[in-house]
């Protein structure tokens, strides 16, 4: 069992303690920024948020941390500490809504977390955080990588992926196994017709081996090599080889039989 406000493997906690790595995390944020922070842990990296923002939205999972957040943030009346799952969080009861999102991200949930506020919360513009440098590689990946995959294909869609800088161990208590990596997003304006978009994406890459035309419903692959050839692929193309914004065009074109 967990000493009280000790990092808990369950929760994928690996508490940031590094002053620079805290700083580069905060970079670009002011006082005009509404930021969430999810998983602020002991609050070592909010105490450097709050420095910076007009308000923070702290959403903090384990009771047994906030004793020791609430002491990070003193008497400072631009923080609010939210307690709940971020997965199953309520984004829209935030207020100020939050412009941007600037966090050590629990390991456990930073892929789907990622995803559902680039879906659903679309007041976030700018998303800058740390996960670990192979989850990074994949929201990051360029078509035709080892690490391209449909988690790339929409994290891109929805916004612009870069990773800024990569993070040892050490700076984080207890030292995770792996490297991290700051990643930074900008939001897109989202296609039209997403929803459609990503279960055409999904279905595209559920058997990698197999030509994307054959990932696709039936009565779309009749028309399908004719999309593919004005798009300039061939009729064996694979769902990796296939840039984000054609997966839009593709259903554009396909719509009808999808």
Known sequence: MSEPGQPKKRFGQHF???PNTARIVASGVTEDDMVLEVGPGRGFLTAFLAERAGLVHAVELDPDV????????GDRDNVRIHEGDALRFDY???YPAPNRLAANLPYNIASPLILKLLEEVETLRTLRFMVQLEVARRMAAERGSKDYGAYAVLAQLLARVRILHKVPPTVFDPPPRV???VVEMERRVPPDDYQQIKRVVLGAFRSRRKRLI???PEPARVGAPQVLESLGYGPNV???ELAPEDFAALYVALSWAL
């Open 16 to 18: 940031l303690k590094d």
């Open 66 to 73: 906030l004793p020791g957040l609430r002491e990070a943030v």
């Open 92 to 94: 829209s009861g935030l």
């Open 179 to 181: 490297h991290s990596a």
């Open 214 to 216: 054959n990932n696709l």
């Open 238 to 240: 694979r769902a990796e």
